[in-house]
């Protein structure tokens, strides 16, 4: 069974560029989450979509968006960059929001200069 | 403030038990979850426990939870070199509309001596 894949694994970007990361989940699961990870805030929710509908939002600004495709797959979108947006954006899927199968992929490692 | 606060470093030797706590905020959480992340790598289920157990072993890891204290610790024993890594916790508030969503502490690094 494949695990949730994360495309691509290291992007290096410029100030104001835009940026879109993609998330397959496992096969099944429904739900899809994005966090970020910083040495300096740890990992913070940015949003979780539910059958192509985003149920919740983490405090991130409104650069910050994502959608769900009917497939599952799901996409997240940072506009005009900055450098502090650099980071590991981990998504992770489950079949339903609140299920205990939360499994993460390996990241999205985002440098911006 | 922290919502999940966990101990940012732990040394152990190989072959002895390690204890790293959490506590956490959130009582109405069904389910509380240990993560390990190695140099480089995304985030790996270790374990979780549903919130009306006191306990939960599994092989080498053993999961205490302490509801009272909102308090959870995770045991492992017969510590390994291979262990050595950044373990988090974390716990899943209800967020609304059916949604929930995994709260994490800063997590601790687990430093294995051999």
């Known amino acids: 069974k494949a695990g949730v894949t994360q495309t691509p694994r290291y992007l290096i970007k410029t100030r104001g560029q835009q940026v879109t990361l993609s998330c397959s989940p496992i096969?099944?699961?429904?739900?899809v989450s994005w966090y970020q990870q910083t040495p300096g805030q740890g990992l913070q929710f940015l949003f979780e979509?539910?059958?192509?509908?985003?149920?919740n939002k983490g405090n991130f600004p409104g650069r910050f968006s994502g959608r769900q495709f009917s497939n599952s797959r799901s996409e997240m979108n940072v506009s005009t960059l900055e450098l502090g947006d650099s980071a590991l954006y981990l998504c992770?899927?489950?079949?339903?929001?609140?299920?205990?199968?939360?499994?993460f992929g390996s990241g999205t490692r985002l440098t911006v200069v | 403030g922290e919502d999940v606060e966990q101990s940012l470093f732990l040394s152990v030797r190989e072959g002895d038990s390690s204890v790293i706590n959490c506590t956490y905020t959130?009582?109405?959480?069904?389910?509380l979850y240990w993560y390990k992340q190695e140099p480089g790598a995304g985030l790996q289920l270790l374990t979780y426990?549903?919130?009306?157990?006191d306990m939960k072993q599994d092989q080498r890891l053993t999961v205490l939870l302490n509801k009272k204290d909102k308090h959870l610790s995770l045991r492992i024993a017969d510590t390994q070199t291979g262990d050595s890594a950044i373990y988090f916790c974390?716990?899943?508030?209800?967020?609304?509309?059916?949604?929930?969503?995994?709260?994490f502490g800063k997590g601790t690094k687990l430093s294995v001596i051999p």
């Open positions: 979509y539910f059958s192509e509908t985003q149920r």
């Open positions: 992770a899927s489950s079949q339903a929001a609140g299920d205990y199968g939360y499994t």
């Open positions: 974390a716990e899943t508030p209800y967020s609304g509309a059916g949604s929930y969503q995994l709260t």
């Open positions: 096969s099944g699961h429904r739900s």
């Open positions: 959130d009582s109405s959480s069904t389910y």
């Open positions: 426990i549903f919130s009306n157990m």
